[in-house]
């Protein structure tokens, strides 16, 4: 086997991101292995999604998170395993169940990486963050100790905000489509969030696998060109339409007394808003220790630039 390909196992591989997953692991010639959960019965769209990948040259493999002894027989056909499963409340939040799948990696012993679910902000700097929001990161902490208690070799993806919830969305909260009409500006929308293309992420995090630079450590994705501000991102859609946007304010105030009255679901999606839009949490640090930049380690990447990503909503 060609040293620079890992067989690559993907958990989760028909959700929003791990179907890119599976895609960028094939595209980068890697032995590619998905898991086929029992569990997903007679969804049809996920079935096809995985005869889909098995033509494509995928093997599926069948385990479920109830059964360990599957979890380990499926693991100890790959050397690197990346989950993906569901982490947004509005759709599903499974983050914990990894724990099981850290338990068979640990009694597997063969894997010499694992990259969580994680796929956004980095969840050791929101120790701080409001509830109920903050369970999504104490969530991926516990996982992250979990897989550091066990000694099993990691690499953590901080991929900040899908373009497909914000920059679709202009940064508003229950939005994923731009208007032509109108925007609700967060406060005073000059908080620099990173947005980075979805396919992308899945592309920079396959190239991580086998590099040895990013053994046990963060790998943020940073795309230079994509770090903009509420007001920039609006101001892209702007030209590109040849339009001025009717525009609304919300102040921090106003939307934490809204956040109270939602669903819980919403509650936390909107408390993540927050933390990006009004605090400017994904750069309000500098990358430090242990932690490396995407964009500077894989320059041959051209990673989608927010401009391209909105010509798609014209
Ligand atoms: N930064 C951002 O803006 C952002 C946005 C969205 C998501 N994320 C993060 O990205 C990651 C993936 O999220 P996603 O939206 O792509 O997930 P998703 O599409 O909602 O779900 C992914 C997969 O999770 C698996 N799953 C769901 N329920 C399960 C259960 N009960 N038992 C076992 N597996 C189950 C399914 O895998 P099968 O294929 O086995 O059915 C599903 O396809 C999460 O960590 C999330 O927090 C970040």
Redesign the pocket.
């Known amino acids: 086997m060609d040293e620079k390909s890992s067989r690559v196992l993907v ?8 179907k890119r997953l599976v895609k960028a692991s094939l595209a980068n010639g890697h032995p590619t292995f ?4 029992p ?2 019965g007679v ?1 049809i769209d ?1 079935i096809q999604m ?1 005869l889909s990948f098995k033509e494509q040259g995928a093997k599926l493999v069948q385990a479920s ?1 109830s059964d360990h002894q599957s979890l380990v027989d499926a693991v100890k056909q790959v050397d690197v395993v990346i989950c ?5 409340h509005i ?5 914990l ?1 990894q724990l099981n799948l850290v338990q068979a990696i640990k009694e597997a012993g063969n894997i010499k990486r694992f990259i969580p ?5 980095d969840p050791s700097r929101m120790m701080d963050a409001i509830a109920p929001g903050r369970v ?1 990161f104490e969530d ?1 902490m516990s996982v992250r100790k979990a897989i550091e208690e066990a000694g099993i070799p990691f690499t953590y993806v901080t ?4 373009a ?3 920059v679709g969305g202009l940064c508003q909260p229950g939005a994923i489509i731009p208007s032509n009409q109108h925007v609700s500006l967060l406060g005073h929308a000059n908080a620099k969030a990173i947005f ?1 293309d979805e396919d992308d992420i899945a592309t920079y995090t396959i190239k991580s696998v086998d590099d040895p630079r990013m053994i046990n450590k963060t790998l943020h994705i940073r795309p230079p060109e994509n770090i903009l501000s509420q007001r920039e991102l609006v101001e892209t859609w702007e030209e590109l339409i040849s339009k001025k946007l009717v525009k609304t304010t919300i102040s921090k105030e106003d939307f934490l007394t809204k956040l109270k009255s939602l669903e819980y679901a919403e509650q936390v999606g909107l408390g ?1 808003y927050y933390h990006v839009c009004y605090e400017g949490c994904l750069t309000n640090f500098e990358i430090g220790d242990n932690e490396e930049e995407a964009t500077k380690l894989y320059p041959e990447v051209n990673y989608v630039r927010v401009k391209d990503y909105l010509k798609r909503y014209l």
């Not at 998905?34 to 959960?37: D, F, P, Y």
């Not at 993906?84 to 947004?88: F, M, N, Q, W």
């Open positions: 958990v989760g591989g028909t959700g929003y991101l791990g998905v898991l086929h959960r569990e997903v969804d996920k995985l998170f993906a499963i569901s982490g947004v759709r599903s939040h499974q983050i169940l679910s994680e796929f956004g902000t999504t991926k991929a900040n905000c899908f497909g919830y914000f980075v993540h």
